[in-house]
């Protein structure tokens, strides 16, 4: 399997434009991820999603970010309008229902200017 | 909720052994994974520990006492290229692990 596949790699873009963020999941994982990280936060998990369905949404920080899960090969993040405090790396990672790891794609670096 | 303690750096010589504890409190536990991130890289699973007792794997090894709410990570013989920042994560009662502040370890020539 190639991994998590998670694109643009890098995204520059100005204050209130509307940013997507695109993943592809590790082929038979249940659980995806989208976690933010920035120095000053650490980690952040932002939602989850099991067998395609919106579990927890809670570390969203505003109603500017929403994600969806329209099949199990591919997820979305949006923020609009972003704002320059959502500059950070945003990673898609997923894992097996039972456990273990959990595998991350190669991130997204967003520079909102 | 859930919480993890682990050092915020570490410094160790090329060739030695190092090791990076974590404590956890968890409601609910599955296991404690471990994780590794170079610098502008993505976080890669080294590790998964759901019982008591040492995982070895090459040159990195595991430890996990669920009595203690303790493990830690052991790496040997380091390289250069160990030098990286790692992550232990806690897997609750949801299957979703949560994830440490990160330990940053410099390897020195």
């Known amino acids: 399997d190639a991994g998590v596949i998670q694109s643009p790699r890098h995204e520059v873009t100005e204050m209130g434009q509307e940013v997507t963020l695109r993943c592809k999941p590790i082929?038979?994982?249940?659980?995806l991820f989208w976690y933010r990280q920035t120095m000053m936060r650490g980690l952040e998990l932002l939602i989850y999603f099991n067998n395609n369905v919106p579990i927890d949404d809670s570390g969203m920080p505003e109603d500017r970010f929403s994600a969806k899960m329209p099949n199990a090969s591919f997820s979305t993040l949006k923020i609009q309008p972003s704002e320059p405090r959502d500059s950070a790396v945003y990673f898609c990672a997923s894992s097996l229902a039972q456990g273990g790891g959990v595998y991350f794609g190669a991130g997204t670096r967003l520079s909102v200017l | 909720g859930q919480s993890l303690e682990q050092p915020s750096e570490v410094t160790a010589v090329e060739g030695a052994i190092v090791q990076i504890n974590c404590t956890y409190q968890t409601s609910g536990f599955y296991g404690l994974s471990w994780y590794q991130q170079h610098d502008g890289g993505a976080p890669t699973f080294l590790s998964y520990n759901a019982l008591d007792g040492l995982e070895e794997t090459g040159r990195f090894s595991s430890f996990l006492s669920r009595s203690d709410s303790y493990g830690y990570l052991l790496l040997q013989e380091l390289q250069m290229k160990d030098s990286a920042s790692y992550f232990c994560?806690?897997?609750?009662?949801?299957?979703?692990?949560?994830f440490g502040r990160g330990t940053s370890l410099i390897v020195h020539p």
């Open positions: 994560a806690v897997t609750g009662g949801s299957y979703i692990p949560t």
């Open positions: 082929s038979g994982h249940d659980y």
